[in-house]
């Protein structure tokens, strides 16, 4: 995952905040949106601390969760955004990672990217002289798990020594909750198909920060006695072999039997879109333990957090 820290605050995967960084993240998030529940959604909040600020969000990957958030985030803040896209721009005509990080930096004050390769995002940083956020890549969804801490937290629970069961892909989602694990002292349980499992460079790393995972084949086991269960889409936008991977991960269903195997008070964590019948059932997905909109409304939360970290204004 990407590396250090200098005079500009990128947001590449949760290890560019650090731990502490993230619990601060959190603890305002929890702040602000208590704060302004009175609030229209797209009124500013009191203090509108990111006024006259301009986020670029640039998708190569189409968004409900991500571009609705970011923008409604940054209204919020006081800013706003300029929406780029790359059938309705240079990115998708040729134009480098590179000299698009050089102009959008003499333009806006930050930019959000949501693309497939990570390398992408790196390179976007790299040439960036105002702060890049991940959006989401292929390897990892720092936004989402900011998101999913909150509401794990909302729901009165503690982060360390927590115990989290994640079925089915080893995928972008999985290896920020494996990163969020290391830094935040909880524990994951991984269910996943042979032949599907997280990076193994991401695994060891939590493991080295302390964090317990587990990689099991037995969906059972790994949700005996979870605090929290958590599950993605098994086949993401433009991936291929649907039929295969559909097959190995079919076992991997989270379903009233699976749930009953958590914790009673256990919570359904789900990024979105669901497919309702493949990796939940229907019965989960609309049950009492099924926090996915919660969820899903903390993406603003998390985000306005996670800008005004980016810009200097949270966390040492």
Not at 38 to 46: F, I, S, T
Not at 161 to 178: C, P, Q, T, Y
């Amino acid at each position: 995952m990407s590396g250090g820290k200098g005079a500009i605050r990128h947001f590449l995967d949760l290890g560019d905040a650090g731990g502490d960084a993230i619990a601060a993240m959190v603890g305002d998030a929890i702040d602000r949106k208590a704060a302004r529940s009175h609030l229209p959604k797209g009124a500013p909040d009191p203090d509108a601390p990111l006024k006259g600020r301009v986020l670029a969000l640039v998708f190569e990957k189409n968004s409900t969760r991500t571009r609705v958030s970011f923008d409604i985030a940054m209204r919020q803040l006081g800013g706003s955004v300029l929406l780029l896209d790359s059938a309705s721009s240079q990115l998708g005509r040729g134009e480098s990672i590179a000299d698009t990080a050089r102009v959008l930096s003499r333009m806006v004050d930050g930019i959000m990217l949501r693309t497939d390769d990570h390398a992408k995002i790196e390179e976007m940083a790299a040439h960036a002289s105002v702060p890049v956020i991940n959006g989401l890549t292929d390897l990892s969804h720092p936004c989402q798990i900011v998101a999913d801490l909150l509401t794990v937290i909302e729901q009165g629970k503690a982060l360390p020594g927590l115990e989290v069961a994640w079925f089915g892909d080893g995928n972008n989602v999985l290896h920020s909750i494996l990163e969020a694990a290391g830094l935040m002292k909880f524990n994951v349980r991984v269910a996943v198909p042979q032949g599907y499992e997280p990076d193994p460079a991401i695994v060891a790393l939590a493991r080295e920060r302390g964090a317990q995972v587990t990689l099991t084949q037995d969906a059972a086991a790994a949700a005996r006695g979870a605090d929290v269960i958590v599950t993605d889409t098994w086949v993401s936008m433009g991936q291929a072999h649907a039929e295969e991977k559909l097959a190995a991960m079919a076992p991997y269903q989270v379903n009233a039997a699976l749930m009953g195997e958590a914790k009673p008070d256990a919570l359904f964590l789900h990024c979105l879109p669901a497919h309702v019948g493949e990796e939940v059932s229907e019965e989960v997905f609309e049950g009492p333990q099924s926090v996915v909109f919660d969820e899903a409304e903390n993406r603003i939360h998390a985000q306005k957090s996670v800008l005004l970290w980016a810009f200097g204004l949270l966390g040492e």
